[in-house]
């Protein structure tokens, strides 16, 4: 038997579009949706869905499903509650986000905040399967008695602890870096938005580089960074992990603490797509800018970018949703078709204006480098001549040292 499922969403005030996103999140991590069963009602401390909602699911399951998913997280207690009164495979939306992370884990510290993020989600499960124990209550768990499921949850807290170091001292790595980057004269350009905006196509289409793109969310979970000629000024441009509305406490805390780093950036490019209904573009954007708001990224460093045009007939409705999210100075592009690049190119290399790549004699490179002490990169060395990304407030210093040079950006 496949991996066959029911999903069940229960809302005061369910979402067509969150039930759309929330099939297609299944279907991503490889599940044959059997059927969808909406409750427009607050969840049921017990059983999520109501009692009289819980038998019409029991009849559905009896048609061959073997997995039922929850849209939002479920408390230990109802997990096991809906597992003894369905004798299916309980799961929810976060544990679904989960299993389609790990299918597309790329590098050490993607695993590593996957692994973070499944061991604190296993925590409360193996807590209530401790207390149900003691009561003398039969529950499935892992196939784990009452002693070996305290021996796991102990286990589970040392492997926690094993995991931060290594997240934090990849980190720390990383900030080291970027602060060496900035000190250099090397502006960063960060790509975000809601998943499946468009983000690493238009990544591709900047760098010439070929990541894996498919159309499905989540394509991207490790951050990937490349120098980027911007017409003239030379910055790095880095691609981040998609937005995602609901977005579960446990995956905030671990695999996207990386999205903090986009606070760094010198300049933020919010994707937006276009393609979709207006509502859809404003629940996206809500949810964006609410987790930008989180990590304390000023808008001011915010540049709204409305893509696949080329799928749009009418800009109105986009211009209206920048309005009501005070997005001002809005760009529109189509990363697929090229449309609207050059014009992206030029904003992004007018509002990096801390920043400068200059032309220089190769004969003054050493006295530049000694000047700056070591606060300038070289971009691009020829015979006779080099391109030098400094920072603007150091040019002074060249004037004042008498060096020629040339602004290309």
């Known amino acids: 038997m496949g991996k066959e499922a029911l999903l069940v969403y229960v809302d005061p005030n369910p979402m067509e579009s969150k039930v759309n996103e929330f099939r297609m999140l299944a279907e991503v991590a490889g599940y044959e949706v059997k059927g969808l069963v909406v409750q427009r009602r607050i969840p049921d401390s017990r059983y999520y869905v109501g009692i009289g909602k819980l038998m019409d699911v029991k009849r559905l399951i009896e048609d061959g499903v073997n997995y039922l998913i929850t849209y939002h997280q479920l408390k230990p207690n109802q997990s096991f509650n809906l597992s003894r009164e369905l004798r299916v495979n309980v799961m929810d939306r976060v544990k679904l986000i989960l299993e389609i992370f790990d299918k597309r884990a790329g590098d050490a510290e993607a695993k590593l905040q996957i692994k973070l993020a499944e061991l604190k989600y296993s925590l409360p499960l193996i807590r209530e399967y401790i207390r149900l124990s003691k009561k003398g209550e039969q529950i499935g768990f892992h196939g784990l008695g009452e002693y070996g499921a305290e021996t796991y949850y102990k286990h589970a807290l040392r492997q926690i602890a094993s995991v931060k170091r290594r997240l934090n001292a990849i980190k720390s790595m990383r900030d080291t870096h970027i602060i060496k980057r900035k000190d250099k004269g090397i502006p960063e350009v960060a790509l975000t938005g809601y998943t499946m905006a468009g983000k690493t196509t238009l990544f591709n289409r900047l760098t010439g580089e070929g990541k894996y793109i ?53 300049l933020i490019l919010l994707i937006i797509d276009s393609s979709d209904s207006a509502e859809e573009v404003r629940r996206k954007v809500s949810s964006s800018i609410s987790i930008l708001n989180d990590i304390a990224v000023p808008m001011s460093k915010v540049i709204p970018v409305f893509n696949k045009i080329d799928e749009v007939k009418d800009t109105d409705s986009l211009l209206n949703v920048a309005l009501e999210f005070k997005l001002s100075n809005p760009l529109f592009i189509s990363a697929k078709a090229g449309i609207g690049l050059e014009s992206l190119k030029s904003r992004i290399a007018s509002e990096l204006r801390d920043y400068t790549t200059v032309r220089l004699a190769v004969g003054d490179l050493d006295t530049v480098n000694q000047l700056l002490r070591h606060r300038a990169s070289i971009m691009f060395i020829n015979n006779d001549s080099a391109l030098v990304n400094v920072r603007r407030e150091d040019l002074a210093l060249l004037d004042e040292k008498g060096i020629s040079y040339r602004i290309e950006g």
Do not use: C, M
């Open 214 to 266: 498919d159309g499905k969310a989540f394509a991207t979970l490790s951050t990937y960074s490349r120098l980027v000629n911007f017409n003239g000024k030379y910055a790095v441009i880095t691609d981040t992990v998609g937005f995602i509305d609901d977005l579960p406490p446990v995956l905030v805390e671990s695999f996207y603490s990386t999205i903090r780093e986009i606070a760094y950036a010198d």
